[in-house]
């Protein structure tokens, strides 16, 4: 059971590959990155909502007071997403985009542990951190190469 986080975290991951392959294939049905976006999160509102209802979750409404201004835009990154991978993943292919977006994760991750940022602690960056990404990055010069 120690590892079900990691086996959760590697399934996630595989989602990504899969969304992008159905979003792109709405988005070639219907003509349109916006409304293919648009039904990828309608889809997921009623899923989590269902979900929601069955756990017997209730809004905190006192909380959301609470919540700073920048977190509320958690969605719009969310959406940007799933918007350009809907339009790049055709173009890049799987591998690619995924390796590609992987590097972005791996740097935005670097700066923000080094800070402490956005809610994360405070992990600084070190010589094997800086390793790893460039290994990453050079994993991502392999994936590209046809």
């Known amino acids: ?15 990504l590959t899969i969304q992008v392959g159905m979003n792109a294939t709405m988005r070639g049905a219907i003509d349109s990155t916006l409304i293919a976006t648009i039904v990828n999160f309608a889809v997921g509102l009623i899923a989590l909502g269902a979900m929601a209802v069955f756990a017997g979750a209730r809004v905190p409404l006192a909380s959301l007071q609470t919540v700073p201004v920048w977190a509320w835009f958690g969605g719009l990154l969310g959406a940007t997403y799933v918007a350009a991978a809907t339009v790049l993943g055709p173009r890049l292919g799987a591998a690619a985009l995924l390796a590609l977006t992987l590097v972005g994760q791996m740097v935005a991750a670097l700066a ?26 050079i994993g991502v010069v392999l994936i590209m190469r046809r």
Request: aromatic share 8%; no cysteine.
């Open 1 to 15: 059971m120690a590892y079900l986080p990691h086996l959760i975290a590697i399934l996630v991951g595989a989602d």
């Open 112 to 137: 923000v542990d080094h800070y402490g940022a956005i809610g994360f602690p405070q992990v600084p960056v070190s010589a094997p951190r800086v390793v790893g990404v460039v290994l990453l990055v």
